[in-house]
């Protein structure tokens, strides 16, 4: 029987890998409103790049004091949801969840189950939605960067912690959706 210790260890391996996946390496971006290959689409893809250092932090643990304001932070002031008029509506808007901030939101999900619960309660059903969604968001572009391996096998084996990656610039779709919370509050208010 595993003890509820190499069950943290475990979870906060499998957050952390899922943060640094979402927040750069496997980036979704969304493009104008558009439908391209039978997606939807709310912006192009940025041509900026940025560095990131992809390794333990103290930030964004499962359960310390500032762990629920860093992970709200995550997500833009309106939300995971955007809110878009398609052109042949008669001014109807409909809302989307992005996939990168939809993601975060389900890594905060998880977080706050094991908090509550930890290994004695059973995941609440949000949980089973978010494992699921994450592990088909990441089926669906799979990072494919190779990790030097430190212990290769075994109960404690595990990757360089530490090591640089080059990502698209996850500030523009920050950016889009403020715009897009303004735009859509300013609408809704008039």
């Not at 439908?35 to 390794?55: D, E």
């Not at 978010?130 to 212990?151: A, H, K």
Request: proline fraction near 4%; charged fraction near 20%.
């Amino acid at each position: 029987m595993k003890t509820p210790e190499i069950s943290r260890q475990r979870l906060t391996l499998v957050a952390f890998f899922l943060i640094a996946w979402s927040v750069g390496i496997t980036y979704v971006y969304l493009r104008d409103r558009y439908q391209a290959q039978g997606q939807l689409v709310w912006m192009s893809a940025s041509k900026n790049k940025v560095g990131m250092r992809v390794s333990n932090s103290v930030h964004y643990s499962l359960d310390s004091e500032d762990a629920g304001e860093e992970f709200s932070r995550l997500l833009p002031s309106g939300g995971h949801i955007v809110h878009l008029s398609p052109d042949n509506a008669q001014g109807e808007t409909k809302n989307y969840t992005v996939t990168l901030f939809h993601q975060l939101r389900c890594l905060d999900t998880i977080r706050q189950d094991y908090v509550a619960g930890g290994a004695s309660m059973s995941p609440s059903m949000m949980t089973h939605h978010c494992m699921n969604y994450l592990r088909q968001t990441i089926m669906c572009r799979p990072n494919l960067r190779l990790e030097s391996v430190r212990f290769p096998t075994g109960p404690k084996s595990t990757t360089t912690q530490i090591y640089d990656v080059v990502c698209n610039d996850w500030r523009e779709v920050y950016d889009a959706a403020e715009r897009n919370y303004v735009a859509s509050t300013t609408v809704h208010s008039k």
